[in-house]
């Protein structure tokens, strides 16, 4: 409650009326709940970062697969469709359905809170990172049987093994991404709300910043000592089974990262007692100035 209390000095008068040296009561209050935010937005970045595997590994896993179904080849960028799918499905059950019933024992009319449903989406990425890791453990070992890590030729596993990491990656969404959209808004001040939406859009943009240099950074890291390191242009003779494996634990500890300042977050509409605190500041220089 009494987090970013050195900003009430910049609403005391000191002689000057410039807007630039004094700001009004609303904007000080208004300044401080979007710093509080920030902590928040940082634990979004991870998670970010694995929304943006859809369109890059998991894709590049897709077309070392078969992808035939008759005389019709399956795009793997297609796979991406699943996710919105499972999304939409998971969107409509958890309003619906989820929702009403959790309402019946929190009294909250969200059904649990924002943090509480951004926490679950957390941990949704969790499970994806090892469902993905086991999956290219599988593929690696039927690659590895049919002599493919030398060649890098097509694993004769259907391209549809991928299918269970796309679609909890939609239901991990329906979770976490609606959710950090909807708190972002929802406690931004209400002259402030489209910085609010940034927030979420920063989000996304920093975790596909951050999926670059992660790959980039772990590919050098694994290539020294005169290894083959984890990720090559041979998706066959690779270790992306690794490398989703460090993202099990990077998401690990984002979650208990995330536990953790969560418990120091203080709702909009929770803060009550504010107003108070900052017109004991302002007595308090009253009466210092008036001395």
């Not at 697969?65 to 939409?88: C, N, Q, Y």
Request: glycine share 6%; hydrophobic share 45%.
């Amino acid at each position: 409650m009494h987090a970013c209390r050195f900003l009430n000095k910049a609403c005391i008068k000191t002689g000057s009326t410039n807007p630039w040296i004094l700001c009004s009561v609303t904007q000080v209050e208004e300044t401080k709940q979007m710093l509080r935010m920030l902590p928040i937005l940082a634990a979004t970045f991870i998670p970010s970062t694995m929304i943006a595997q859809i369109s890059t590994l998991f894709v590049k896993q897709g077309t070392t697969l078969e992808r035939d179904i008759g005389s019709f080849r399956i795009p793997p960028a297609s796979l991406a469709g699943f996710v919105t799918i499972s999304m939409l499905v998971s969107v409509f059950l958890y309003d619906r359905y989820f929702v009403n019933i959790l309402r019946k024992w929190t009294k909250n009319p969200r059904g649990i809170t924002l943090l509480q449903r951004m926490g679950i989406g957390i941990i949704l990425h969790i499970v994806i990172m090892m469902i993905a890791s086991l999956t290219e453990m599988r593929r690696l070992s039927v690659a590895k049987k049919h002599g493919l890590d030398k060649t890098g030729g097509q694993v004769p596993l259907t391209i549809f093994t991928l299918l269970p990491q796309f679609m909890l990656m939609g239901i991990a969404d329906a979770f976490f991404e609606v959710a950090k959209l909807e708190f972002f808004y929802d406690q931004a001040p209400e002259s402030m709300k489209s910085l609010g939406t940034s927030y979420s859009m920063t989000s996304l943009g920093i975790g596909n910043f951050l999926s670059s240099f992660l790959l980039s950074t772990v590919s050098h890291i694994t290539k020294k000592h005169g290894d083959k390191g984890w990720i090559r242009n041979n998706l066959n003779d690779s270790h992306l089974d690794y490398y989703y494996a460090f993202f099990t634990i990077l998401n690990f500890l984002n979650f208990i990262f995330f536990m953790v300042i969560t418990r120091f977050y203080v709702y909009k509409a929770e803060v009550s007692d504010s107003m108070e605190i900052l017109k004991e500041d302002l007595g308090g220089s009253k009466v210092r100035s008036s001395n």
